[in-house]
């Protein structure tokens, strides 16, 4: 029911946008979040986002270089990805809680918060 593109092939230092929507009709959603899984790894948290007020939260290993952001209007969540470094290499999947309420804490860094899920996409950063 989401639908992410952006990915791609790029070298260090580079910048990409993936965006995520929803693939069918629009619905309501408290936060969309981004998490990546590289191979061999786990998946991590990356940044997520809430639609009524536009509060964010990030991972530690991108913060300062990566920036979520929704359109409202489009129903469209992009994450900006600027440089980029090779451990930022993996499958970047979107997500979407929309069963939670209130303030976005700490527990949106838990996929298990997430109801629904894209089917990813590729970012390789080659060195």
């Known amino acids: 029911q989401l639908q992410a593109s952006g990915g791609g092939l790029v070298q260090t230092g580079a910048s990409l946008r993936l965006s995520c929507a929803p693939s069918?009709?629009?619905?309501?959603?408290?936060?969309m979040g981004w998490f990546r899984q590289a191979p061999g790894k786990e998946r991590e948290f990356v940044a997520a986002v809430t639609w009524r007020t536009g509060s964010t939260l990030y991972g530690e290993s991108v913060k300062g270089r990566f920036t979520i952001s929704r359109d409202s209007a489009a129903d469209t969540v992009h994450l900006h990805l600027n440089n980029l470094k090779p451990e930022d290499t993996g499958v970047y999947y979107c997500a979407a809680d929309t069963s939670s309420s209130g303030r976005l804490t700490g527990s949106a860094r838990y996929a298990r918060e997430y109801e629904y899920w894209g089917q990813g996409t590729q970012v390789t950063v080659s060195s």
């Open positions: 069918g009709r629009s619905f309501g959603w408290f936060a």
